[in-house]
């Protein structure tokens, strides 16, 4: 019920493609749905998040895609570049009682742009 | 600001021993949350406190403590490492807030239990 499942485990483009990485979950009490960016050897950081009541979200060259019917939501990177290789973790935030919200992660991505 | 910051950054351990990481965030946030990261294992929660006093264990709690005395502080302690325990931990904060948790993460502790 807690588990976001994220797709696929790694991707490789060529430079100026758009890669497309893909979480599903099952719990519709989920509000808040980040996406997070790791470059290697730092911590993960926020890249981009959406609220269910909206569909699609612009932010730069990454865009959420959101499909609440479906609970299924996307990340797409607009002329991907060398420098957004990375590992990509989507996840999803839902009440966890005393007053605290938790974070469930998908598995993450690794995503290399080829030059 | 400094953020979530933790230390050390790496360490070796022997199987048996202790050891305590440490986290410190400067955003006075309620929430705060320690996990390990393991190849295609994603982010795993290991223990959890929403404030000062209140801590409460995640998914893969065995073998570690935690205490929260302060706002600030949350450290983790590995109580007799085994080689288990090697992986790549973070600690976060966040104010837990509905429909807007943001977590801030460390850089992040590699610890080697051998």
């Known amino acids: 019920q807690q588990q976001v499942k994220q797709s696929p485990q790694s991707l490789i483009v060529q430079k100026g493609g758009i890669p497309i990485i893909n979480c599903a979950y099952e719990n519709t009490a989920f509000d808040y749905f980040p996406w997070y960016q790791q470059f290697p050897g730092k911590g993960p950081a926020l890249l981009i998040a959406i609220r269910p009541d909206v569909s699609e979200k612009k932010e730069g060259r990454f865009t959420i895609s959101f499909n609440k019917s479906a609970k299924q939501f996307s990340l797409h990177i607009m002329d991907s570049q060398p420098g957004d290789s990375a590992t990509y973790f989507c996840?999803?935030?839902?009440?966890?009682?005393?007053?605290?919200?938790?974070?469930?992660f998908g598995k993450g991505t690794k995503l290399s742009v080829i030059p | 600001n400094a953020g979530v910051t933790q230390t050390p950054k790496f360490q070796v351990l022997k199987t048996g021993q202790s050891m305590t990481l440490q986290c410190a965030q400067d955003?006075?946030?309620?929430?705060m949350s320690w996990y390990r990261q393991d190849p295609g294992m994603g982010l795993r929660l290991i223990h959890y406190?929403?404030?000062?006093?209140?801590?409460d264990q995640g998914e893969v709690p065995n073998g570690y403590n935690v205490s929260r005395s302060t706002t600030e502080d949350f450290p983790l302690r590995l109580l007799s490492a085994a080689p288990s325990q090697t992986s790549v931990y973070f600690c976060?904060?966040?104010?837990?807030?509905?429909?807007?948790?943001?977590?801030?993460f460390g850089a992040g502790t590699r610890l080697s239990v051998l």
């Open positions: 976060a904060s966040s104010r837990g807030r509905r429909g807007e948790n943001i977590q801030y």
């Open positions: 406190s929403v404030g000062a006093g209140i801590t």
């Open positions: 996840a999803a935030s839902a009440y966890s009682g005393a007053g605290s919200y938790q974070l469930t």
């Open positions: 955003m006075n946030h309620e929430y």
